[in-house]
């Protein structure tokens, strides 16, 4: 069985169509579902609970990874969160003229 994880130099990280930071996402959340999954079978949660939660975890992360791969592409989701971050507008409630008076009030001190 053969798998080509990358496809050349300088191209991004490709794994079954995922790329780059999704395939982070898709094995980190895979690993958290499959904790939790151990953990409430320790705690004594019924069998066919957990593994009704194992499934429907895995799959929505499954979807849930390939269709924001879909949709961001591979840098998209960087962008998309680095958006989010950006102030629409920037406020500067100073009067007018202190904006251009705080150089020379700077160089009157020293």
């Given amino acids: 069985m053969d798998l080509e994880i990358n496809k050349g130099i300088g191209r991004n990280v490709e794994f079954k169509?995922?790329?780059?930071?999704?395939?982070?996402?898709?094995?980190?959340?895979?690993?958290?579902?499959?904790?939790?999954?151990v953990i409430l079978y320790m705690a004594g949660?019924?069998?066919w609970v957990c593994i009704g939660f194992g499934v429907a975890a895995a799959t929505l992360l499954v979807w849930l990874t390939f269709r924001l791969n879909a949709r961001y592409g591979t840098h998209g989701l960087m962008k998309a969160a680095a958006r989010k971050r950006h102030p629409?507008?920037?406020?500067?409630r100073k009067a007018i003229p202190r904006l251009f008076n705080y150089k020379r009030r700077k160089e009157e001190r020293t």
């Fill in 88 to 92: 629409r507008f920037i406020i500067s």
């Fill in 45 to 47: 949660v019924n069998q």
């Fill in 17 to 37: 169509g995922l790329e780059s930071q999704y395939l982070f996402i898709f094995c980190g959340g895979l690993l958290a579902v499959f904790v939790v999954f």
